[in-house]
């Protein structure tokens, strides 16, 4: 395995960073995730968009062009023989002596990217079984709609999710509504067939499968209403699904060991996966 770490080609299992990274020490970095279908990126600009929306909002330069970004992706693609798959990149805001506030200007960020073989058949198989989610309290900070590495939260909830059996942990904010999984977002279809999701806020990670979902069931004729939803209503919901790039459209099937509708998978998250795969 091969990864890639500030302009070289390394051998993953040598491949290391500094210990005074900003990112090791301060969660000072951003990420991005892009699923890999057949060697292709899925949906592949609107993860670059995001992950110039993130440098951008925590000051850092980006290290290079989306061009010559793209080439490395698609080379280490290759080096790794990914066929389906995802791609990993993290910025982080570089190397510099620890103190709190930013390192001089001209310091370096730190690129890394890595990949990851995924069984997009297994995927498929747990999408046709529906899966468990539990709910656990927010924890996190007020931007969680920067693709951040700052993750402990997140990583204690999937756990937690873990731990009970389930596959995701639905975060549910102080007034009770939903925000978003650990590292998925949150829909629900209601009995009078609106879907529903968390507004792109600053709560929850804008997910590049969520945006591209929007378009694909508006356009399918579906009627979408930007809104929080409380774990109540998912309950009473006629569907509840989750999405992100690797996930596409995950049907969820019980909450708290609870049924949604009949705990059996619905149609309609069927018919949308179906869709946004076709899409992207
Ligand atoms: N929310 C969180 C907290 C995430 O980490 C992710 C995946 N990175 C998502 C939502 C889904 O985003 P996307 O559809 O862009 O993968």
């Known amino acids: 395995r091969i990864a890639y770490v500030n302009g070289r080609f390394q051998r993953h299992d040598l491949a290391a960073v500094h210990i005074e990274d900003r990112g090791f020490q301060f969660a000072d970095a951003i990420y991005e995730v ?47 023989r990914i066929g389906d798959g995802l791609v990993y990149l993290q910025i982080s805001r570089g190397r510099a002596r620890r103190d709190h506030g930013f390192p ?19 995927v498929a198989g747990r999408a046709a079984q529906g899966v468990s989610v539990i709910s656990v309290p927010d924890q996190r900070w007020a931007r969680c709609d920067i693709k951040t590495v700052n993750l402990l939260p997140n990583t204690l909830a999937k756990q937690a999710a873990r731990d009970a059996g389930a596959y995701e942990a639905w975060q549910v904010d102080a007034d009770g509504f939903v925000t978003e999984g650990t590292s ?3 829909w629900i279809l209601t009995a009078d067939g609106a879907l529903v999701t968390r507004p792109a806020d600053h ?36 569907e509840a699904f989750l999405t992100s790039a690797t996930n596409f459209v995950m049907p969820v099937t019980r909450i708290d060991g609870r049924p949604v509708a009949n705990g059996e998978p619905g149609s309609v998250s069927a018919e949308l996966r179906q869709a946004y795969l076709a899409a992207v």
Do not use: C, M, Q
């Not at 909002?57 to 693609?77: D, G, K, N, S």
């Not at 001089?104 to 297994?122: I, Q, S």
């Not at 709560?203 to 979902?213: D, E, P, Q, V, Y």
């Open 34 to 80: 892009w699923a890999v279908r057949k060697g292709e990126l899925l949906d592949a600009e609107g993860h670059f968009d995001r992950l110039d929306r993130s440098l951008g909002e925590l000051r850092i330069a980006h290290p290079v062009t989306r061009a010559a970004l793209t080439i490395v992706i698609r080379e280490l693609i290759r080096r790794n």
């Open 104 to 122: 001089p200007p001209g310091t370096r960020p730190t690129l890394v990217l890595t990949t990851k073989r995924l069984d997009l058949d297994a």
């Open 184 to 186: 998925s977002n949150a």
């Open 203 to 238: 709560a929850i990670l804008h997910g590049i499968t969520r945006a591209t979902l929007i378009r694909v069931a508006t356009s399918a004729g579906y009627r979408l209403e930007e809104r929080p939803f409380t774990i109540a209503e998912a309950l009473e919901a006629r």
